[in-house]
């Protein structure tokens, strides 16, 4: 189980945004899931021009840092975090 600075910090490293924490009813501390939004570049025609625009979709992480579309059950595994990985490099710099 991770707590919030871990999430936090997660989220900050790939530039998603946090908008929601629930925690889990008998540790306070450790997160159960969590809301986000993450950035998707769009391309769309505006006065005949091609550009590209950036699109924020909701998502919703577990709490082991797996990423699921919103409203449904559909596993994202392109927007995972990377908790593990985030949780051997702090191991790493302590020792």
Known sequence: MYNTKDFEQAMHVC??????????KKHSRFVQKVYGRVPIPKKVTIS?????IIH??????????Q????????????????LRSLEEQKKITQS
């Open 56 to 65: 924020w979709r909701k998502f919703r992480w577990n709490d082991a840092g």
């Open 15 to 24: 530039s998603y945004k946090l908008d929601r924490v629930f925690y889990h």
């Open 48 to 52: 005949g021009e091609r550009k590209i």
């Open 67 to 82: 990423c699921f579309s919103f409203y449904s059950d559909i596993r994202k595994r392109k927007y995972d975090l990377p």
